[in-house]
């Protein structure tokens, strides 16, 4: 047979280039093939007016020194392993959150400095917020001990099981635990257990009763540790530093190229055929597109169709990239922020306020004199269904929704209505559009009850097929993403005869 690449991939966001940059760097060939002209998907920056935007993600996990943060600091070590230097700034604040009734949290780096706010507070909770977070690092402690590897592979199963015995069977165990009912196992106060469902919404976009323990154990625990760090330049600096090893290690990206099909013959992928009709063939095709775009879209084949309600379909996202006069943001305010105005409505499509202006720690991605600061809240496409691109009621349904975001942000920023100087609005179809994801869907997310391991993992009912992403072990968040690009390709490698070692 003759192939373009061992390996081709489907998708340049974060896991598909995790994948592809590790299985090139060990020499296995690999051709990425993307859709949009630049890398990344929901990771990606863009430049508009003088200003760089953060597509989607703006905080960061996985770039902490390896004492901080153990095996966690993925980012860490995979640029380590490249070669390549992508420079980080710090961030001494996680999220600041802004609730009803005043209550306001920023979550500190230093862990006492955040838990002295909550106790400062809820000061009859100190014994339940304490023992709690301390479920939350007990997880952290396990996980940042054991080396990132495939749960699929026995050889890596079987060698972590055996070097850690103990903290193996205890992390099984704590899979069956949810956030939530630990939270409540240790705390009673409705006002606290309510900021306790923001810090997994935050992340999540569900509540912690619907978040196993063991995602919030590393989200909620290695900002502590790792710690958050800000890429310079925005967040485009890591798929490209990604494509960069890539490149170095003699692997391909094509830019600008739709995959039309995953070619299926016999059970098994046999490569990709793009937009144009050409056909691309390959040992094993790695998708990077969602579980829903992968199984009912790309493989044609209705037999591997996956229902929409196999999962719950996360909300998408209305965005706000604005570019604002300096002057708005006061001396000391914090990068991230979430706002919640009303506790009835913190979970409704709009309900909840993301918002980050990351030329605090970054002035190069705006020019002198202004900020930038994106905002989003969640939304659905079938709000915006009826709507034609490009016409007048479409961008006037935009303009007020957006404009209604900027003056609920005004109660942490006065003035930013007037201060407003560049202003572009995303909705749930553009979403669809640019990130070529189903219903420009969040992803795909566990039913309250379910295992975090009944996620998808890396291998497919088709043979040859796997997939990496937020559809798939772990979930969600650019580091999660991260973790199942280096499972997929070490899965991948070791089925190819040429294990990775680990990171
Ligand atoms: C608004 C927003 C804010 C977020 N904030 C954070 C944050 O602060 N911190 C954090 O850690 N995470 C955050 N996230 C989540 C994080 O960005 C994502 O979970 C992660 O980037 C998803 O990566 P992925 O590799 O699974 O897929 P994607 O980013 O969706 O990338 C998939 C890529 O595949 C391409 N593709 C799809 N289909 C095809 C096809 N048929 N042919 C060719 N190419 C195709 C797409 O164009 C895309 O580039 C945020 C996400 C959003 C949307």
Redesign the pocket.
């Known amino acids: 047979m003759d192939y373009s690449a061992d390996v081709v991939i ?9 994948a592809a940059a590790l299985l090139q760097e060990r020499g296995i060939s690999t051709l990425t ?4 002209s ?7 920056s863009f430049r508009h007016k003088g200003y760089t935007f ?8 996985g770039f902490g020194r390896d004492e901080s943060s153990g095996t966690l600091n993925l980012h860490t070590r995979i640029f380590r392993k490249l070669g390549i230097d992508v420079p980080t700034i710090p961030d001494p604040v996680q999220i600041h959150f802004h609730m009803p009734g005043g209550f306001e949290v920023p979550v500190h780096y230093g862990r006492e400095e955040f838990l002295g706010s909550l106790v400062g507070r809820f000061p009859g909770e100190e014994r339940g917020i304490r023992a709690f977070y301390r479920e939350l690092e007990s997880v952290y402690d396990i996980l940042s001990e054991l080396p990132a590897g495939s749960l699929e592979d026995p050889v890596h199963v079987l060698k972590v099981g055996r070097r850690y015995p103990g903290k193996v069977m205890s992390l099984a165990l704590k899979t069956l635990q949810s956030m939530g009912r630990t939270a409540k196992r240790n705390i009673s106060d409705a006002e606290l257990l309510k900021f306790i469902d923001m810090e997994s919404y935050s ?1 999540a976009v569900q509540d912690a009763d619907a978040t196993p323990l063991v995602n919030a154990g590393i ?1 909620l625990a290695d900002r502590h540790h790792g710690g958050i760090h800000y890429p310079v330049g925005g ?1 485009g600096a890591i ?1 490209d530093a990604l494509c960069e090893g890539i490149r170095r290690c003699g692997g391909s990206i094509r830019f600008g ?4 099909e995953i070619l299926v013959r016999d059970g098994r992928a046999e490569g ?1 055929r ?2 144009g009709g050409e056909v691309c063939r390959a040992k094993a095709v790695i ?4 579980i829903w ?2 199984f009912n ?2 493989v044609k084949d209705p037999r591997y169709a996956v229902a929409e309600e196999k999962f719950i379909r996360s909300p ?2 209305f ?1 706000l990239y604005l570019g604002v006069d300096r002057k708005v943001v006061p001396e000391g305010f914090h990068v ?1 922020h979430i706002l919640v105005d009303d506790w009835e409505r913190y979970r409704e499509y709009g309900g909840t306020i ?1 918002f ?1 202006a990351p030329t605090i720690l970054d002035p190069s991605l705006a020019p002198e004199g202004k900020h930038v600061v ?1 905002a ?1 809240v969640t939304d659905d496409v079938s709000r915006w269904n009826g709507c034609r691109r490009g016409s007048a009621e479409y961008r006037k349904a935009k303009e007020e929704f957006g404009a209604s975001i900027i003056r609920r942000t005004e109660t942490i920023l006065p003035g930013l209505s007037d201060a407003v100087e560049v202003r572009l609005f995303a909705t749930p179809l553009t ?1 669809e559009r ?4 189903y219903k420009g869907s ?2 795909p997310m566990l039913h309250p009850g379910q295992n975090i391991l009944q996620k998808p993992q890396n291998c497919t009912a088709v043979r040859d097929l796997y997939m ?5 072990f772990p ?7 991260t973790y ?2 280096v499972s997929c390709a070490s899965y991948l490698a070791r089925k190819l005869g040429q294990p990775l070692d680990y990171l």
């Open positions: 489907v998708g340049a966001g974060i896991g598909g280039l995790t093939i993307e859709k949009n630049y890398p990344g998907g929901s990771c990606a953060d597509a989607g993600a703006s905080v960061f996990y992340w989200c967040a798929p190229s739709g995959v039309e990709v793009l937009a998708s990077n597109a969602t775009d992968t879209t790309l998408s996202w965005q991230h993301y980050s994106h989003f979403h640019y990130l070529n994801r969040y992803g990496t992403g937020d559809s798939t979930g969600q968040g650019v580091i999660a993403v199942s690009g």
